[in-house]
């Protein structure tokens, strides 16, 4: 039962580009929207996140646009570097308190 | 503050063998979750305790199982095991009842043969 879908899997992306990955989710029951992101040997370490009543949230050169109507959000990373090279996984957490998770992106920064 | 750890960090079983893995949360968390995370099915919710008690639990057999101490140290056991766990156990820990901000440790990663 997949509440999140994630794309794209993967992308590739020169530095200093901007990189775009949505998330799109199925039922309105949901209060909070994060994204995490993921080095290589590492635990999912939280970046940012949103609640349905903000449609934009910026933090640096990273900013979660959300759309409560079409159900979907998206994390921008702006001027992107080597260094965000990482997996970055978008979730849902409905009440309960359960976080779902998207599928995952495999951002790669060339330099 | 020291971060979640988990132990051990890698771990190699045969099949039908059982597992513990053990997750110690920061300190003055007691909300404790466990994920499964591997390449096909991507990072799963397992179950979550609070305070001793398990509040939330996911689509896995009845082979998975957990538990919270006293401390908020958690454990998990995985019985009967079969090739498809081998795969990253991940444990995060939260500061308050709601779960939002979790904190993850490095997991333990676990190969079944």
């Known amino acids: 039962q997949q509440q999140v879908k994630q794309s794209p899997q993967s992308l590739i992306v020169q530095k200093g580009g901007i990189s775009i990955i949505n998330c799109a989710y199925e039922n309105t029951a949901f209060d909070y929207f994060p994204w995490y992101q993921q080095f290589p040997g590492k635990g999912p370490a939280l970046l940012i996140a949103?609640?349905?009543?903000?449609s934009e949230k910026k933090e640096g050169r990273f900013t979660i646009s959300f759309n409560k109507s079409a159900k979907q959000f998206s994390l921008h990373i702006m001027d992107s570097q080597p260094g965000d090279s990482a997996t970055y996984f978008c979730?849902?957490?409905?009440?309960?308190?359960?976080?779902?998770f998207g599928g995952g992106t495999r951002v790669l920064v060339k330099p | 503050k020291a971060g979640v750890t988990q132990t051990p960090r890698y771990l190699i079983k045969t099949r039908g063998q059982q597992v513990t893995l053990s997750c110690s949360p920061i300190?003055?968390?007691?909300?404790v979750s466990w994920y499964q995370q591997t390449p096909g099915q991507g990072l799963q919710f397992l179950f979550e305790y609070f305070s001793e008690t398990q509040r939330n639990k996911g689509n896995f057999p009845g082979r998975f199982s957990g538990r919270q101490f006293s401390n908020s140290r958690s454990e998990m056991n995985v019985s009967t095991l079969e090739l498809g766990d081998s795969a990253l156990y991940l444990c995060?820990?939260?500061?308050?009842?709601?779960?939002?901000?979790?904190?993850f440790g490095p997991g333990t990663r676990l190969l079944v043969l």
């Open positions: 300190s003055g968390h007691r909300s």
């Open positions: 995060a820990s939260s500061s308050d009842s709601t779960q939002e901000t979790q904190y």
């Open positions: 979730a849902i957490k409905a009440a309960g308190n359960k976080l779902t």
């Open positions: 949103i609640r349905p009543d903000v």
